[in-house]
């Protein structure tokens, strides 16, 4: 937790509202979207109960297992979703692009968009994570066929699932995450999880605070929990009695009026949350996106493209678990990915960078003196180094020597040259710039920044930093996890 | 009834004792500071009937269906007197499965000193007395030179010193001695996935595990046994993947055991805590609510986050700490420099001047956060 996070909660208690934690948007939004609310049975293995799902507001489609604990009924669950999910899926294999790759020796392609899934809560992530790795390795064929759709959707779910983990990846999206990346509430972390309390704090209903509004959001009476665990009370006083009433059904028509009642019961839990994650994804709109969130979701059209050349080749499922080169691979790529992320958004965000500022790893200045035409001429040959000298009342913690960036510069490397304490409290630093001004010993117009303007310089380097090498998995020695065994679960792995 | 019973039955009212469980033990660990909670459940005082009558009920509902597969599940995995359970266990300690086992269930009857009396008498009647173990056996399956017939006992009564106070834990737990050791063997229907349980459930399952070896080896000492007799690796009983085939995995509780038993160490004895508690306290449900509200806020609580899921007075507790960052959650009050009041933190952070020289760091940090987090929002 950063002390500038924990302050901006501590505001938010004061002022009875949440309050913003971040000036830009961090995540990619895709125009449509699709939203998934799933709800599980309580009690059993990630057993599907309900879901409503679709990528407009008003085109919320409602799916039910009437009978939770029935094999059968949760695959058909699953074709119905599959049905839905993956033509969306689909719907974004269209039109792709070419990007160099190698120097420009070669080329790939990427599609144009990819999908993107919202979710209310991680635990919504956790629910899809374990429905793909329920459904990806079912077959069509032999003892417990299953629709052809289940085991696709199974991988892709997997895929969602994975890339969720993924920093800086919006393909699966956590509403509540995202929401908490923007704004800090006057509650806690775990109440932050609760998607209508997290909304009562930063949109209040009028007439009421965001204390009050986060209050009211927790009767789960008034407001049903947004899953996919359902609240006990519902469970115990309607749903039990109305799955046994269409467990109990004898004739057609009376089945018929049972499976409405229980459609009726679950959509008036899934509507809330429904509607709260559309006005969740409406206040994220609202943001104007970060300068890097594009390049990011690059990667994320990237994996997209990936997977689906995967499927389309031999398809097969992700393994049940990663081999150890596998798994040192992801770990090294998550880092990475983490490290990126965390320097994106500090170079996206003013709001962000204040923290590193907090910490002394960057600091704001007002340029006092610049010097755009001087010359090294030290070495064997003489090269432009520019020196400018800024007055800040931001703590400077980093070395002489140091380089440093600008956010405004990315392209400018500024070497720290001297750090002088001033009598006021304020300090006095000189830096010597290379790069990003042009070929020769002028410096281009606007390269070297001016007296009088104000800048940021940080140690966070958003260059790019080649990953480690990993051996091949045919290139493991078994005692390292390869050449992979089939992973694979047994087809006839129960589900019930 | 000694001075102290007595003072509890009456800060508790007219009922009985609330019985504990290994949850409400295990649950001490979470909050130990809380002088509250100590008394409340020292006292076995009605939690969810008290925070009902305040205005501020507590939410562990449990769903019936939550319920149903949970004793489904035990009452499979229990079939056919343990056959399967006895399997499963010996194949996971890597003991031959016996032939067959003894069976006996502890459950059943009114009077919990008598159980109690009657589960101690069963379990240890075959044991060696004390010496024959001089240290831990190497390993949880090594066998033992103790020739008795492996056993299952179901539902044992156990009992525990918490706080001055002898509790009776409700028995949720199925003692197996093979191998001339006692294992703790707890039977959950929470799955495990891909060799993976949600870590919350797992968490809470060794903690309460801790509590039943914990008392397991205390009744061993009491009647003259070594109390390493009882194993410090539990056995963890659940359904496999998306199916419901039982799984048993090993699970080392050594640090739970340590964080129990300094916990029960720690908790000073209830005499001690309540000489702070005004000579009126009152936590019986059936007094007035506005009478009990003021008296609980006279005993001190230390509210954090983690009570909504292990307290049942957590609303009334929150809704006390507001304008407390420790409500916030830990993390939040360090990063504010340890500042334990709102106010005081927007105060320190608007530049007001510290009288106190332990704040002046505080107040530094509190100060340029505000001053970077202004300019921020106004540059952006
Ligand atoms: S909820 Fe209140 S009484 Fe219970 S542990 Fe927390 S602070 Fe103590």
């Known amino acids: 937790m950063s002390t500038l996070r924990a302050l901006a909660a501590a505001q938010a208690v004061a002022a009875g509202l949440a309050q913003p934690v971040a000036t830009v948007r961090h995540l990619h939004l895709s125009r449509r979207p699709l939203v998934l609310v799933p709800l599980a049975m309580a009690g059993e293995a990630n057993a599907p109960l309900a879901a409503m799902v679709g990528s407009a507001p008003g085109e919320g489609r409602l799916l039910i297992v009437p009978q939770p604990r029935n094999r059968d009924q949760r695959f058909a ?30 080329v790939r392609y990427r599609y144009l968009d990819a999908p993107q899934l919202l979710v209310p809560n991680p635990a919504g992530v956790t629910f899809l994570r374990l429905l793909g790795r329920s459904t990806r390795f079912r077959r069509a064929d032999g003892e417990y066929p299953v629709p052809p759709q289940v085991p696709l959707l199974g991988r892709w779910l997997t895929f969602f699932a994975e890339r969720a983990e993924h920093p800086g990846s919006s393909t699966l999206v956590a509403m509540t995450q995202a929401l ?48 996919p665990a359902t609240d006990p009370e519902f469970d115990n006083r309607l749903l039990a009695p109305a799955i046994e009433a269409y467990a109990a059904a004898d004739d057609e028509a009376t089945r018929v009026e049972a499976y409405a009642e229980l459609e009726r019961l679950l959509r008036d839990q899934l509507t809330p949350t429904w509607e709260l994650m559309w006005r969740g994804l409406g206040l994220l709109r609202a943001l104007p996106p970060g300068a890097r969130v594009a390049g990011r979701w690059d990667g994320d059209r990237d994996a997209f493209t990936a997977h689906a050349d995967h499927l389309d080749s031999d398809g097969a499922p992700q393994p049940r678990r990663d081999g150890a080169v596998a798994a040192a691979a992801r770990l090294h790529r998550l880092e990475r990915a983490a490290a990126t992320y965390a320097v994106q958004r500090a170079y996206d965000d003013p709001l962000v960078m204040a923290e590193y500022r907090l910490t002394g790893e960057a600091f704001v200045g007002e340029v006092l003196l610049a010097d755009p035409t001087r010359v090294d001429d030290s070495g064997r040959r003489p090269v432009l180094r520019p020196r400018i000298q800024l007055l800040t009342t931001d703590p400077v913690l980093a070395p002489v020597g140091v380089t440093l960036t600008s956010p405004s510069r990315p392209g400018q490397k500024a070497r720290l040259v001297f750090v002088t304490p001033t009598a006021d409290g304020k300090t006095e630093v000189v830096l010597e710039l290379s790069g990003g001004m042009g070929r020769g010993l002028t410096a ?17 380097s958003d260059a790019y930093v080649p990953g480690a090498a990993f051996p091949t998995a045919d290139e493991t020695p078994w005692t390292h996890g390869g050449p992979p065994a089939s992973a694979a679960a047994a087809p006839d792995e129960q589900w019930a | ?49 008290l925070a009902e009558r305040i205005g501020f009920p507590a939410r562990f509902g449990q769903s019936r269906f939550a319920i149903t597969r949970g ?3 035990e009452a499979q995995v229990k079939a056919d007197g343990g056959a399967e359970l006895l399997r499963l266990v010996a194949e996971r300690l890597g003991v031959p499965v016996p032939a067959a086992a003894h ?9 919990l000193a008598d159980r109690a009396r009657r589960s101690a008498t069963l379990l240890t009647e075959a044991l060696p007395p004390t010496g024959s173990h001089s240290d831990e056996p190497a390993g949880a399956g090594e066998p033992s030179p103790v020739g008795e017939p492996a056993a299952l006992f179901d539902h044992p009564m156990l009992g525990l010193a918490v706080a001055g106070q002898r509790v009776h834990l409700e028995p949720d737990l199925v003692a197996a001695r093979l191998g001339g050791r006692f294992h703790v063997v707890e039977i959950k229907s929470f799955p495990v996935i891909d060799g993976q349980a949600d870590p919350a459930k797992l968490a809470a399952a060794a903690v309460q595990s801790a509590v039943y070896v914990l008392a397991l080896r205390e009744l061993l000492t009491a009647r003259g046994h070594d109390p390493h007799l009882v194993s410090h690796e539990v056995v963890l009983v659940c359904p496999r993947d998306f199916s419901n085939a039982p799984v048993a995995h090993l699970l080392d509780v050594r640090r739970q055991l340590l964080v129990v038993r300094r916990q029960l160490d720690r908790m000073d004895r209830l005499d001690t805590l309540l000489v702070d508690v005004p000579a009126d306290f009152t936590a019986d449900p059936a007094a007035d609510p506005a009478i009990l509200a003021a008296s609980l806020t006279r005993v001190p609580a230390r509210y954090a986050p983690d009570c909504l899921a292990s307290c049942e007075l957590a609303y009334f507790c929150r809704h006390e700490a507001r304008g407390q960052t420790g409500a916030l959650g830990r993390p939040v009050r360090e990063a504010l420099g340890g500042i334990a009041d709102v106010d005081e933190v927007l105060a320190l952070a608007g530049g007001e001047t510290v009288t106190d020289p332990e704040r002046a760091e505080a107040a530094a940090l509190l100060r340029t956060a505000a001053r970077l987090r202004a300019d921020a929002l106004a540059t952006a």
């Open chain 1, 77 to 106: 669950f699953a074709a119905e979703l599959a049905a839905i999910v993956l033509p969306y899926i689909d719907g974004h294999r269209t039109a792709n692009e070419a990007v160099a790759v190698d120097r420009g020796r070669d």
């Open chain 1, 180 to 227: 908490t990346l923007h704004w800090a509430t006057g509650q806690s972390a775990v109440e932050d999880l609760h998607l209508p309390a997290l909304l009562g704090w930063i949109a209040p209903p009028a007439g009421l605070s965001g204390a009050e509004a986060a209050a009211r959001a927790e009767d789960p009476s008034s407001c049903p929990p947004a899953g």
């Open chain 1, 444 to 460: 281009s117009p606007g390269s070297v920044p001016e007296v009088g303007e104000r800048l940021c310089y940080t140690t966070l």
């Open chain 2, 1 to 49: 009834m000694t001075g102290t019973e007595q003072r509890l039955a009456a800060i508790r009212g007219d009922a009985p004792p609330k019985r504990h469980n290994a949850r409400t033990i295990a649950a001490l660990t979470g909050n130990p500071g809380c002088t509250r909670r100590a008394v409340l459940d020292g006292a076995g005082v009605d939690k969810p009937a």
């Open chain 2, 71 to 73: 004793n489904t599940f």
């Open chain 2, 103 to 111: 069976w006996t269930d502890l459950g059943g009857g009114d009077d």
